[in-house]
């Protein structure tokens, strides 16, 4: 792992001399690492990143960022603002505005403290897939460009004021939900964000309204939309692919020559879930095989 100053811009907490790098998020999370190496071991590769999920009123995951470091991976902390671990729940829209407006400033502060304490760099992923419609932070639930806008960046200056240099501001849209807003209206400004996480599934037929989606037709619109935007590194945070409709084996192997080939793509974190559909590399041999020789070839 290499720590590196949080005020460079292009970078994403790992050796940008090794190539593409891979990252993992698996059904235990932090608790489950031997999941993640489990995996990494079936591809033959070391996982540099590795991707869980926290809800807003959780407590600060220091044992988890500290049990990922030790594995000489990133941690890549996806906060999210809703209660899902509750039995209380609260409308995203409302927490978002509670948010900008200061309401939550303990809690945050917390996190910040928190996470400045352990020293390690840390990817914070706050409110992703706002471009969606699936969360209480999107449009469809009730939130504003305006009002994401204000809540990213009133988190992060409290961060920053309390001393957080070591968590670095990951933005991330879905790939395929551009919708009627453009994403330059989501976006808080370079100042407040040091990567990109672009994230993006080919759901094959596995639903009515889904098709087989080859890696670039999934991800090239997003990514030409956000170079327009920004020129922060970006990487693909969550990526899967679906059995059912087409070779998922050699979906794997174009998706990585894809991810490779680009200049401002450093990192790729795998969703190795079982969950709507069977998302993982390890879903069938021949997936599995597709990835280890796919790396091979872009991480000699």
Request: proline letters at 7%; one cysteine or more; a negative charge.
């Amino acid at each position: 792992m290499l720590k590196v100053d949080p005020g460079l811009g292009r970078t994403s907490g790992v050796d940008m001399g090794a190539g593409l790098q891979l990252g993992l998020s698996t059904p235990a999370g932090v608790f489950g690492l031997d999941e993640v190496a489990a995996t990494g071991a079936a591809v033959d590769r070391h996982v540099d990143l590795v991707l869980w999920y926290e809800d807003f009123a959780a407590p600060p995951p220091v044992s988890g960022v500290t049990k990922v470091s030790a594995t000489g991976a990133v941690p890549v902390i996806t906060w999210e603002p809703w209660l899902w671990r509750t039995d209380v729940t609260v409308a995203g829209a409302e927490t978002i505005s509670e948010i900008a407006a200061g309401a939550h400033d303990d809690r945050l502060f917390s996190w910040a403290a928190a996470l400045t304490i352990t020293g390690e760099p840390v990817h914070l992923r706050f409110a992703h897939e706002f471009n969606g419609d699936w969360y209480p932070w999107t449009p469809a639930h009730g939130a504003t460009p305006d009002a994401y806008v204000a809540a990213w960046r009133h988190t992060h200056d409290l961060f920053r004021r309390a001393g957080a240099t070591n968590v670095r501001w990951m933005w991330s849209p879905d790939a395929i939900c551009g919708g009627e807003v453009p994403l330059r209206a989501w976006f808080p400004g370079d100042d407040y964000v040091d990567v990109v996480g672009i994230d993006g599934y080919n759901w094959g037929t596995t639903r009515p309204w889904s098709r087989w989606t080859p890696p670039v037709e999934l991800f090239e619109p997003a990514v030409t939309e956000i170079r327009a935007l920004t020129g922060r590194p970006m990487m693909i945070a969550e990526v899967g692919c679906a059995e059912d409709g087409g070779d998922k084996a050699e979906w794997i192997s174009s998706f990585v020559e894809w991810a490779a080939a680009q200049p401002d793509v450093d990192a790729v974190i795998w969703f190795e879930h079982d969950k709507e559909t069977d998302w993982r590399i390890t879903s069938t041999p021949a997936a599995t095989a597709a990835m280890a020789g796919a790396l091979r070839t872009v991480m000699p």
